[in-house]
């Protein structure tokens, strides 16, 4: 049943022309524009503009499908009655949650291969050894389960309309302030506090850790990941509604 589910839901986001225009054209004209204009400051962990910038829109990449793009696609079905008539099928909610996420993810493979091939074509030189991939690997799913939580929650709760401006809004913040393009240092201190707890700035801080340094991503992005994800995640599994 979860392996139907996961097509099912695989094919019909492949379908949606505007879920590729932001999982794949966003992310990517951000890191090309960004790599060519070479205005970002540089950080510690990486003296290159381009070092800096790929680790962050990987981050956005999984942000905008586990995130945006669920949340506004999942909404729709609920307002349309999809979702409900799933609900009157032998299909738990469980399932269809969890067939969702695994399709997320599905697609964030074809993306991340793409952004670390056009990260390349710009000059990208990623460091570290045979575990940071381990490290990658460990991120992706955390960044995944917390932001496919933080979608479903939003889609299951609220109606489509409001999810559509909410997701759009929250993707604008989270990218302006999560560390994508700019490093945290930059902020305010009272914002910068607040940006080192959002799933956004500690994924693309663990991804950069890894990738710029080819250290660990750090305890605290961890741990602030696996918090979003469990909490996201059952928060979504209980108040989650067909209807």
Do not use: C
């Not at 381990?134 to 496919?148: D, I, K, P, R």
């Amino acid at each position: 049943m979860l392996a139907a589910q996961t097509r099912l839901e695989l094919t019909l986001t492949l379908r949606r022309g505007e879920s590729v225009l932001l999982t794949l054209i966003i992310p990517i004209g951000l890191l090309v524009f960004f790599a060519a204009v070479d205005v970002l400051p540089t950080s510690a962990t990486a003296q290159r503009s381009v070092d800096f910038l790929v680790p962050g829109v990987l981050a956005l990449a999984i942000m905008s499908t586990a995130f945006t793009g669920q949340a506004i696609a999942t909404a729709f079905e609920r307002s349309y009655g999809v979702l409900k008539r799933l609900g009157a099928s032998p299909l738990p909610r469980s399932i269809l949650l969890a067939g969702k996420s695994l399709a997320v993810l599905a697609v964030e493979i074809v993306q991340l291969v793409l952004l670390v091939a056009v990260g390349f074509a710009l000059g990208w030189e990623p460091h570290g050894s045979v575990a940071s991939v381990g490290w990658v690997v460990l991120l992706v799913l955390l960044g995944t389960a917390a932001f496919s939580g933080l979608g479903l929650l939003m889609a299951g709760t609220l109606r489509a309309e409001a999810t559509l401006a909410a997701a759009n809004g929250v993707y604008l913040l989270l990218l302006l302030i999560g560390g994508v393009v700019f490093p945290l240092e930059e902020l305010p201190g009272w914002m910068r506090v607040v940006a080192e707890a959002l799933p956004t700035a500690a994924l693309s801080d663990g991804l950069r850790a890894v990738l710029a340094e080819g250290a660990a991503p750090g305890a605290g992005n961890l741990i602030v990941l696996a918090a979003w994800s469990v909490g996201a995640l059952g928060l979504a599994s209980r108040l989650f509604r067909w209807e």
